[in-house]
């Protein structure tokens, strides 16, 4: 049988290679190569093991002719197209958890540096100035620590910032009121922290809704003299407006491990004073480089040589057995999760999967996995069908399972109902034939659709005209419906319109599409 070949294309540890070898691999250390480059000897390999320098994009995918496994040494995954890979049929894991302790040591060594102006301090001491009157600091005992994401290095950071003597006030939408208290944190919404935190530090991947989290206007809400540091990812905060509020003396310091375009070689922060950054070092200690390389040779080289799957972002770990029935249930399943996380509000603790006629015969595990895995996904790179369950568990999320023997109108449905603060809502879904997933429920509403690609969910006023505007101000930009589905409680009542469409909508257009005669709410989806 001829060898797996596994090419390693980012700088990585070389117990990586060892493990690959060890493990039945033939494996390639080829590092620095551009895109081009990549995409000219892709095709020899089986496995590609990353860190965040190389860029996996729709178009190397599509020369991977042989490519099975992408293996990220690391957590974030923003620098592979996983909709390609999954396209692809390649499997994207990461590593979520072994580098965590790490990156919270370099958040706390920033804010540490940041308090007291080290590396300026430094640079002018050693150019021999002494300009001891130069660098008055402050504590960091007693001072308020507002922390934007609680997850797992967001708990490491509360944990040792208490140990310093902080109080932590943190904000994310998954933490509950009993893992805060658990955590030693309080929990609080972001204007809240905004208005509190002495020191602002983000642990939270990148995504729509935090993309700018630490907007302009959101800057301008801190507290005069606030301190702000972001090992997590570039983009989050809005370099141009932290460099106006470093000038203007509202913002006392500010500490960034991420950029968001990286490498970055200029930026206009740079020579400001009380800016300090280091280039993308969160994860670079030697214990962290260990984990992550040997965890990510072990994965991958078991998924090449025994087909075993671990931390699979794109893939269900099942049985060789199961897996073809339950294969079409968890797509639905991922489906339901990831729309009714999307279309709910507020603070989500308490999440409902019922399964019924055909559906109640399955093992319900791997599809609780999956709506989790939907469900969580907007708001985590790391979760997957293996660890979502684990981690709602650990963030409080009740999960209830509920199967009905019965058939109903559909020989099998699975149901995803959340509690909200303005009651429960649910979606539901089917397999039409033996495999292909359908939406047949939006918060009560009988609605049939495909979940796929980009989406625009309307609630609207059931009347003569509505479909011509939509159509229209869709056409008017170029926009092109795939498929048009309608629902609604009753004539003339409230109505509901699913439509997809064959490319991401811009913010303007749904702006506009709000302002239509007629229309209550417009949302965006994806899948
Ligand atoms: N600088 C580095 O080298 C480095 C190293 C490791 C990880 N990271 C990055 O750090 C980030 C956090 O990693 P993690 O392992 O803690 O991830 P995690 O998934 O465990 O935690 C992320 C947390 O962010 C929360 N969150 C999501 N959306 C939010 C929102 N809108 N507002 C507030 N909170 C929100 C989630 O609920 C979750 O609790 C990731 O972006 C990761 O890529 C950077
Ligand atoms: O590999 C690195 O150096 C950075 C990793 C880090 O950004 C991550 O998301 O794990």
Known sequence: MTKPKVLISDKMDPNAARIFEERGCDVDVITGETPEQLKARIGEYDGLAIRSSTTVTAEILEAATNLKVIGRAGIGVDNVDIPAASGKGVVVMNTPFGNSITTAEH????????????????????????????????????????????????????????????????????????????????????????????????????????????????LAKTKKGVRIVNCARGGLIDEAALKEGLDSGHIAGAALDVFAKEPAKESPLFGTPNFICTPHLGASTTEAQVNVALQVAEQMADYLVNGGVTNALNMPSLSAEEAPKLKPYMALAEKLGSLVSQLAHGNLTEITIERSGAAAELNGKPIEGAVLAGFMRRYSDTVNMVNAPYLAKERGLQVRSVRFEGEGVYHTLLRVTVATSAGPRSVAGTLFGENAPRLVEIFGIGIEADLDGHMLYVVNQDAPGFIGRMGGLLGQHDINIGTFHLGRREAGGEAIVLLSVDQPIPAEVIDQAGKLEGVKLVKALSF
């Open 107 to 218: 958040a706390i060594a920033l804010i540490m540096a940041v308090a007291r102006q080290i590396p300026a301090a430094n640079a002018r001491t050693q150019a021999g100035e002494w300009p001891k009157s130069d660098f008055m600091g402050v504590e960091v005992t007693g001072k308020t620590l507002g922390l934007i994401g609680a997850g797992n290095i967001g708990s490491i950071v509360a944990s040792r910032a208490l140990g310093l003597k902080m109080k932590v006030v943190a904000f994310d939408p998954f933490l509950t009121e009993d893992r805060a208290v658990e955590m030693g944190v309080e929990k609080a919404d972001l204007d809240t922290l905004l208005s509190r935190a002495d020191f602002i530090t983000l642990h939270t991947p990148l995504t729509d809704e935090t993309r700018n989290i630490l907007s302009a206007e959101n």
